[in-house]
């Protein structure tokens, strides 16, 4: 069955460190999404792509970069982790039109100390 | 910049009881989507909405779209413990743009 999946699951990394989660679906979608979830501010967006070499700031991109080399994968890369970038982490994907659905992996809860 | 206000913040319901998450949009939408987050898990799309004023059910779920597609509502009819979790609106106007969501508890 197709998916989206996401790892590590649980990180705890040390303020400065460069950090990089990673997102992969198999539902050869060309839309992916990442955001962070913390109380009180829903799901804000970080970085989104409409496909290959395709990559775009969202609201929140300040201290994270993505690359999309292949359909399946989204990286995020948090360059210099920081304690206000402690949050959940979800990337999504969705099909063709940008303004359909959206499928969520399982997220990633990540700790800066 | 595009902005979605999504009330209340929290409800806590009674078993049985009825409850209604309010979606506000500074812009108008081209639509609108609502998911569904349980506790410890990841948001799951429920339902989208495309024109004005359109009304769509989901078994004891309601789904409005405002006539001026910048509000939208839920309304769960007898709530259940199944029921709980946050509610998400979002709303697509250049691009997705979530509310902050509605958590749900149900007392038992």
């Known amino acids: 069955d197709a998916e989206i999946t996401q790892s590590p699951r649980h990180k705890i990394t040390e303020t400065g460190r460069q950090v990089t989660l990673a997102c992969h679906q198999t539902?050869?979608?060309?839309?992916m999404f990442w955001y962070r979830q913390d109380l009180g501010h829903g799901l804000r967006l970080i970085h989104y792509s409409y496909g290959v070499q395709d990559t775009n700031k969202g609201e929140v991109s300040d201290g994270y970069s993505v690359s999309r080399s292949n359909t399946e994968d989204l990286p995020l890369t948090l360059e210099s982790a920081a304690s206000s970038q402690t949050s959940v982490y979800f990337c999504?994907?969705?099909?063709?039109?940008?303004?359909?659905?959206?499928?969520f992996g399982p997220g990633t809860r990540l700790t800066v100390l | 910049g595009q902005q979605v206000m999504q009330i209340p913040q929290y409800q806590h319901v009674q078993e049985g009881e009825d409850f209604t998450t309010y979606c506000n949009s500074s812009t108008t939408l081209s639509n609108i989507q609502w998911y569904k987050q349980r506790p410890g898990g990841h948001p799951v799309f429920l339902i989208q909405l495309v024109k004005s004023g359109e009304v769509k059910k989901q078994k004891r779920l309601t789904f409005q779209f405002g006539e001026a597609k910048k509000n939208s509502s839920l309304h769960i009819t007898a709530t259940q413990t199944t029921d709980v979790g946050t509610y998400f609106c979002?709303?697509?106007?250049?691009?997705?743009?979530f509310g902050a969501g509605t958590i749900l508890r149900v007392k038992s």
């Open positions: 999504a994907s969705s099909t063709g039109h940008p303004r359909g659905e959206q499928f």
């Open positions: 979002a709303g697509y106007g250049n691009k997705l743009v």
């Open positions: 539902w050869n979608h060309n839309n």
